[in-house]
C-alpha cells in the first residue's frame, strides 16, 4: 500500500493510487493553482485559493490526524481525497469528516467516485462508522455522486448546505455499483486494443523471417482494413506500405518485435505517440529472471495509460475486424468462441482446432490477463463460449467473482497447466495440508459454474459441444450406436460420470434397451432415424451416437445421416465415430473415443445444473448468529502475532469457536481452561471438518470422514459456505445417515450447519490461517468439537471490493 496501486478509470485511462505523503506538498499547492476559482469555492466555501493552500500545508504536516489519498495520471498528482477522525468514541460510534478535490482536467473519468469508494473500505476497516460530508447544495455533482456511490446515505439541509451522512459499512449496492464500474472501465481499456482502428508492427524493417515481417504479413493476407504502419529504422518501404522511423501518432495498437534490449526503447516511444495497447512479442524478460525489466515495462505502459499484452507472448487475432496480429504460421477459422492463453504452446494447437472470435496470448501477463479478458468478452456480440488456458492466477478470489458473473450468460472453460502455489504458507493443520494447488482451483472454479478441464484435448470436446448444442436439461443420456463393445464402453464411462442412462419407456428405436444396439449391419438410415428417434423422446436430454468401422453406408453417409437426424431435434447431440474426430456439419462434435464423448458431456451437463441454480450463492450466514464485541475483545486480547503466525491458546481457541455457536465436548468444571484438547469422547460418527485463509484463494472449508476414511477424503468449499449440506451428501463414504461403523443413524443436518458456522468465521476473520475440528462427532443428539486448534497468523488483505490492477 505504501508504493501504492494502479486503477482503471471509466474512460480506459491509469491512474496511481498511494497514500498521501509530506512530500507531495509542491505538487498539492500546484494542483491547487491549476482548480478554477469555482472548484476551489465548492470545496473549501471560500473565495480565491488562499484557504486552498494553507490547507494543504496543513494536510502535509506532521500533526495531519487524517487518512488521505492521492491520484497520479500521466506522471502529474491530480486528485486527493481524505477522511478525518472528529471523535474518540467507541467504534460502533466513531464519525469521520470526508473530502475531496480533483483536478478539473481529471473531471469525468470516475476518478472522485473510485477514490470515494476507496476511502470508504478503508474506514470501515479503521472502525469508522459514519462519513460525514458538507456539501454546498448547488455543488450538486458531488451530491450525485456520493448518493450513487451505493452506501446508504442520510441527507439533509442547512443555510445553504447539505449535510450527508454516508454509513461506511459495504452494502450489496456496494458491490454490485464497484462490479458494473469496474466493469466498464476494464471494457474501456481493452476496447482499442482488441478493436484497433489501427496498427504499427515495430520491427517489421528487417529480415524477412523475423517476427516483426511475419506478423506484418499476417495482418495483410487476413485483409485488416485500417492503416498498418511498418516501423525499423533501415528501409523506406516493406510489402509495398511505407516504413517509419518512430510510431505514427494516435495508433491504437503497437506489436513490438525486436530484442529484449530495444522493447523498453520501443515502449516510449509508443508511450509518446498516444498508443492504447502495446503487444510484446520478445522474450527474455521474467522468465530469464529479468523481473526487474518486465516492472520497468509495465512502469512505463501504466504511466501512459497503455495496456500491455504479454512479453514473451504470440499476439493477438480479432477474426470479426480481420485482424491477425500474431506470429502463427496460419490464419485462424472465425468462430464465436473467445481464446486465451498463458502457454504459447498451447495456443497455437488449440487455435489449429478451434474456430474463434478473439485469441489472446498473454504469455508473462505482466499486465493484461485472464480477469481483463472476461470483463471485455462479456459483452462482446461476437463471443458465445470463453476458454482460458492459464499457467497461473493473478487474482483468484476476483476471478471468481467476474467468472460466476459471465458464466450465467456464456460458458467459461479453464485448463489450468501450471501447480505453482506461491505465498503459501506452512502447513499446521490437516486442513492446509488437504488443500493442494490442484484443490483449491477445483473449489474455486466449482463455486464460480467454471467448467475445469484437464487439458487442451479435453477444452476442445468441451467447446465443440457448447458451440453446437442447446445445454441438456438434466442428466439422462440415450446412447445409440452399431458396436456393442463401445456401447457397453460409454455406458460404463456415463455411469462414472455422474450420468443416467434414459429409461426408454416405450421401447424407442427400433430396439429395446438403453444402450441401443442397432448392430454392425446397420445403414445410415437406420442410425439416422434413431437418433431423431431418441432426440424427440421426453425421457431423453442427449444423445450420443457411438459408431465403429465399416459403418454400415460409409463414413460420409453415416455423418450426414447424423446431422440430417439432428437438425431440428434440439437436444445436445454428440457423436463418437471410432478413430475420428472432429465437427459433423461444423456444429456436432465428433470424438475418437466413447470416453471423450462422454467426459466433454458431463461437464456441460454439470454447467447446465449450475446455471440453472440460483444467479447468486444463498446467504450462508442468515442463520449464524455472532457475537460481534467478544470476537472482537478474544482477537484483541491475543498476543502480539510474529510473522510466521502462533497457534491460538486452547481457552481462547474455545471461546472463540462459542462465540460462532460451534460447541466443544469437554468433562469437568475446568473444560474451559482445557478448551481444545479435550480428554473424552461421546459416541458417535467421527469427522473432521477445518478450513484455511489462504494467501490468494481467500478463506476455504474443508469436511471430511474420521477414522476409517480414506485419506483424500476430503470436499472444500469456498467460505461462506452457501451447500453445507451438499459438502456431507459429497463424501465418498455417505456414512452419516446410513450409521457408520456401528454407530447408530444421524441427521446430516447437524454437521452442515456446523460447516456453515466454520465457513462463517473463517470469511469474518482472516487472520484465522488455518483451523480444525478433529474429530467432530456427529450423534443422534447433534454434533460437537471433540478437539480444536486455530492458527493465527499476520494478515491485512485489501478488501476484496477495491478495484485496483494487480
Known amino acids: 500500500m505504501s508504493d501504492g496501486y494502479d486503477v482503471l478509470l471509466r474512460d480506459g485511462g491509469i491512474a496511481h493510487v498511494r497514500p498521501l505523503r509530506p512530500g507531495d506538498r509542491a505538487a498539492l499547492h500546484e494542483l491547487v493553482e491549476r482548480s478554477s476559482e469555482r472548484s476551489a469555492y465548492l470545496r473549501f466555501f471560500t473565495g480565491g485559493r488562499n484557504t486552498a493552500h494553507a490547507y494543504m500545508d496543513r494536510i502535509t504536516s506532521d500533526v495531519y490526524s487524517g487518512h488521505a489519498l492521492v491520484a497520479g495520471l500521466r506522471g502529474r498528482l491530480v486528485a486527493v481525497a481524505e477522511y478525518i477522525p472528529v471523535d474518540g468514541g467507541p467504534a460502533e460510534g466513531r464519525k469521520a469528516d470526508l473530502a475531496i478535490l480533483i483536478d478539473d482536467a481529471a473531471h469525468g473519468h470516475g476518478l472522485g467516485t473510485l477514490l470515494l469508494e476507496h476511502l470508504a473500505l478503508d474506514a470501515a476497516a479503521h472502525g469508522v462508522r459514519t462519513l460525514v460530508a458538507d456539501v454546498l447544495a448547488e455543488n450538486r455533482p458531488m451530491i450525485q455522486v456520493l448518493r450513487d456511490l451505493g452506501l446508504d446515505v442520510a441527507r439533509r439541509f442547512e443555510g445553504g448546505m447539505t449535510h450527508i451522512d454516508i454509513a461506511a459499512r459495504p452494502t450489496a449496492r456496494l458491490r454490485a455499483g464497484i462490479e458494473a464500474r469496474d466493469h466498464q472501465a476494464a471494457r474501456a481499456s481493452l476496447a482499442r486494443v482488441l478493436s484497433p482502428r489501427s496498427v504499427a508492427v515495430i520491427g517489421a524493417g528487417g529480415d524477412e523471417r523475423s517476427l516483426g515481417r511475419q506478423v506484418l504479413r499476417n495482418l495483410l493476407d487476413a485483409g485488416f482494413r485500417g492503416p498498418i504502419h511498418p516501423v525499423g529504422p533501415h528501409a523506406a518501404e516493406v510489402a509495398g506500405l511505407p516504413c517509419h522511423t518512430r510510431v505514427p501518432d494516435g495508433v491504437d495498437l503497437a506489436v513490438v518485435a525486436l530484442p529484449a534490449r530495444h522493447v523498453l526503447e520501443a515502449a516510449r516511444d509508443c508511450a509518446r505517440a498516444g498508443v492504447a495497447g502495446l503487444v510484446v512479442l520478445t522474450p527474455g524478460f521474467a522468465e530469464d529472471g529479468r523481473h526487474g525489466a518486465e516492472e520497468e515495462l509495465r512502469r512505463v505502459c501504466r504511466a501512459a495509460g ?217 445403414t445410415a438410415a437406420e442410425i439416422g ?250 450423534t443422534e443428539d447433534g454434533v460437537v468439537a471433540a478437539g480444536a486448534r486455530i492458527w493465527v497468523a499476520p494478515c491485512e488483505p485489501p478488501s476484496p471490493l477495491l478495484r485496483r490492477l494487480r
Open 306 to 522: 497503455m495496456r500491455l499484452v504479454g512479453p514473451n507472448c504470440l499476439g493477438l487475432i480479432n477474426t470479426g475486424i480481420r485482424l491477425n496480429a500474431a506470429c502463427l504460421p496460419h490464419q485462424p477459422v472465425r468462430g464465436r468462441l473467445a481464446l486465451m492463453s498463458q502457454p504459447g504452446t498451447a495456443g497455437a494447437a488449440l487455435l489449429e482446432r478451434l474456430a474463434v472470435s478473439s485469441f489472446v496470448s498473454v504469455g508473462n501477463k505482466a499486465d493484461v490477463s485472464g480477469n481483463d479478458l472476461l470483463e471485455y468478452w462479456e459483452d462482446d456480440p461476437d463471443t458465445d463460449v470463453i476458454a482460458l488456458c492459464l499457467e497461473s492466477f493473478g487474482n483468484p478470489r476476483k476471478f471468481a467473482r467476474i467468472a460466476r458473473r459471465v458464466g450465467r450468460t456464456k460458458p467459461v472453460l479453464l485448463v489450468m497447466s501450471g501447480r505453482g502455489d506461491a505465498g503459501r504458507r506452512a502447513v499446521h493443520s490437516r486442513a492446509a495440508a488437504a488443500l493442494t494447488p490442484g484443490v483449491a482451483v477445483d473449489t474455486l472454479a466449482r463455486a464460480a459454474g467454471v467448467i475445469r478441464l484437464d487439458s487442451p484435448r479435453e477444452l476442445i470436446g468441451a467447446a465443440e459441444l457448447l458451440a453446437g448444442s442447446p445445454l441438456p436439461a438434466g442428466r439422462r443420456v440415450a446412447v445409440v450406436g452399431n458396436s456393442g463393445a463401445l456401447l457397453a464402453r460409454a455406458a460404463d464411462a456415463c455411469e462414472r460420470r455422474g450420468l443416467t442412462l434414459s429409461e426408454l419407456l416405450d421401447g424407442r428405436a427400433a430396439a429395446p434397451g438403453n444402450p441401443v444396439d442397432l448392430t454392425a449391419g446397420a
Open 529 to 778: 432415424a434413431a437418433v431423431a428417434d431418441l432426440a424427440a423422446s421426453p425421457e431423453v436430454d442427449a444423445v450420443l451416437v457411438v459408431c465403429a468401422p465399416p459403418f454400415g453406408s460409409g463414413l460420409e453417409a453415416t455423418r450426414r445421416a447424423i446431422a440430417e437426424a439432428t437438425g431440428t431435434a434440439g437436444k445436445a447431440t454428440l457423436a463418437c465415430l471410432a478413430g475420428h474426430d472432429g465437427l459433423i456439419d461444423g456444429r456436432i462434435p465428433s470424438y475418437a473415443s466413447p470416453e471423450q464423448a462422454v467426459a466433454a458431456l458431463s461437464h456441460v451437463v454439470r454447467y447446465a445444473e449450475w446455471r440453472r441454480g440460483p444467479a447468486e450463492p444463498a446467504d450462508a450466514d442468515g442463520d449464524v448468529d455472532v457475537d460481534d464485541r467478544a470476537v472482537r475483545k478474544i482477537i484483541e486480547a491475543d498476543p502480539a502475532t510474529p510473522a510466521e503466525g502462533h497457534r491460538l491458546s486452547p481457552a481462547a481457541t474455545a471461546r472463540l469457536l462459542a462465540c460462532y455457536g460451534v460447541a466443544l465436548h469437554a468433562d469437568g468444571p475446568d473444560a474451559g481452561k482445557t478448551g481444545a484438547d479435550v480428554q473424552s469422547r461421546p459416541a458417535g460418527v467421527e469427522m473432521i471438518v477445518g478450513g484455511v485463509n489462504h494467501p490468494s484463494y481467500g478463506p476455504l472449508v474443508m469436511a471430511g470422514m474420521g477414522p476409517g476414511g480414506p485419506p483424500h477424503d476430503r470436499v472444500f468449499r469456498v467460505a461462506p459456505v452457501a451447500d453445507a449440506t451438499g459438502m456431507v451428501e459429497e463424501l465418498r463414504r455417505a456414512a452419516l445417515p446410513h450409521g457408520h461403523q456401528g454407530a447408530p443413524p444421524v441427521d446430516a443436518r447437524a454437521p452442515a450447519a456446523l460447516i456453515t458456522r466454520v465457513g462463517r468465521l473463517l470469511s469474518d476473520l482472516p487472520q484465522v490461517a488455518e483451523l480444525d475440528l478433529d474429530p467432530v462427532i456427529v
